[in-house]
């Protein structure tokens, strides 16, 4: 397996902060206000990154054209989540790392024109960075921010920049 990026001590506490817009309250506050968001910004795409977020979006209807999930909820295994999709990937990313192969995944789900779940063996949360940085301009990224809500990233072209700067701050490392 190689290991493109691994989270650094110092990226850890930069990376507890929202990426973009926290929307804080219960799944139906969260979801009402999610939906106005997407009235209003005509996004190309939706991608969810987490199972509650991605099971949320689902039973309101809100279909993602990527969901990446990890069986997990907090830390904690749970039995996994109803998504339907064309297509399902499964994928190795150990906590705290970002792989090639999951790079990969993201990057060819994106490609495509199928609805596309990734099941990440290990943890999913780092891969939102890469959802935003390959994501078509303007579609939002959506991601749980724990017992507080969700968050909305927009990909822009200065989110997009944001994010390669994180990204180079990582330790860049190689494992078989």
């Known amino acids: 397996m190689i290991i ?4 650094t001590p110092e990226m850890r506490g930069k990376l507890k902060k929202p990426l973009g817009i926290l ?10 206000k999610f939906n106005d968001i997407i009235g209003k910004e005509k ?20 279909l993602p054209q990527l969901s990446i999930v990890d069986n997990r909820v907090m830390r904690k295994s749970i039995k996994p989540i109803t998504l339907e999709a064309d297509e399902t990937v499964m994928i190795k990313n150990p906590p705290g790392t970002i792989t090639e192969e999951a790079l990969t995944a993201i990057q060819d789900a994106l490609e495509s024109r199928n609805r ?8 999913e949360d780092l891969l939102t960075l890469i959802a ?6 303007n579609t ?27 990204l180079k701050a990582m ?5 078989s």
């Open 171 to 175: 330790a860049s490392v190689s494992k």
């Open 43 to 62: 996004s190309p795409g939706i991608i969810s990154v987490g199972d509650t977020v991605s099971q949320t979006l689902v039973k309101n209807n809100i």
């Open 132 to 137: 935003v940085l390959h994501a078509p301009e």
């Open 116 to 123: 596309v779940k990734i099941i990440v063996d290990g943890e």
């Open 23 to 32: 929307i804080r309250g219960s799944f139906s506050e969260t979801i009402e």
């Open 140 to 166: 939002l990224i959506v991601y749980g921010q724990p017992r507080e809500g969700m968050v909305v990233v927009k990909a822009t072209h200065e989110k997009k920049a944001e994010v390669a700067e994180i």
């Open 4 to 7: 493109v990026y691994k989270l």
